[in-house]
């Protein structure tokens, strides 16, 4: 595992965590489980109740949607990403199951925990709406491709 300077130094990479102390990232790393996978781990699978999020430190992950057909990958993660904060602001089941493609190294960040940073500082929250607010029109992007798609057949 990396040090803990280091993972400050990544989390910092994060808009949700950019403008933090690094006081206060190293309290988050120490009241917070690290966690390493192997290739084929799975950090969460989609239809569970979210209880955390996943800061992906080192490594790299898949997102994988349940289809009638089987698994589908709908993306590839590679570097200092968040993970898994859907589930865990909204009350819903996890929408997707990552798993490691490689070893990978993240932080497991509480809904507790999470729900606390972003009462402490409102920059977390406003980062997180923007990130959520950029995934769904990607989401609908992707929806409007795929409709043109199937009425051009």
Do not use: W
Not at 33 to 47: N, S
């Amino acid at each position: 595992m990396t040090s803990l300077d280091d993972v400050v130094r990544r989390l910092q990479t994060l808009p949700f965590f950019a403008n933090m102390d690094a006081g206060v990232l190293k309290l988050l790393v120490f009241t917070n489980e690290r966690l390493t996978y192997e290739r084929g781990d799975v950090l969460c699978r989609q239809g569970e109740v979210g209880d955390a999020a996943y800061v992906l430190l080192d490594g790299e992950a898949e997102v994988l949607v349940a289809t009638a057909e089987g698994p589908v990958r709908v993306a590839a993660l590679k570097g200092v990403t968040l993970v898994g904060e859907i589930a865990i602001l909204i009350d819903v089941p996890r929408t997707a199951t990552i798993r490691a493609t490689g070893r990978l190294d993240a932080l497991k960040v509480t809904k507790e925990r999470f729900f606390q940073l972003m009462e402490d500082y409102p920059g977390i929250a406003i980062e997180t709406m923007r990130v959520l607010a950029s995934r769904l029109e990607a989401t609908t992007a992707e929806l409007a491709r795929a409709r043109a798609a199937l009425h051009e057949k």
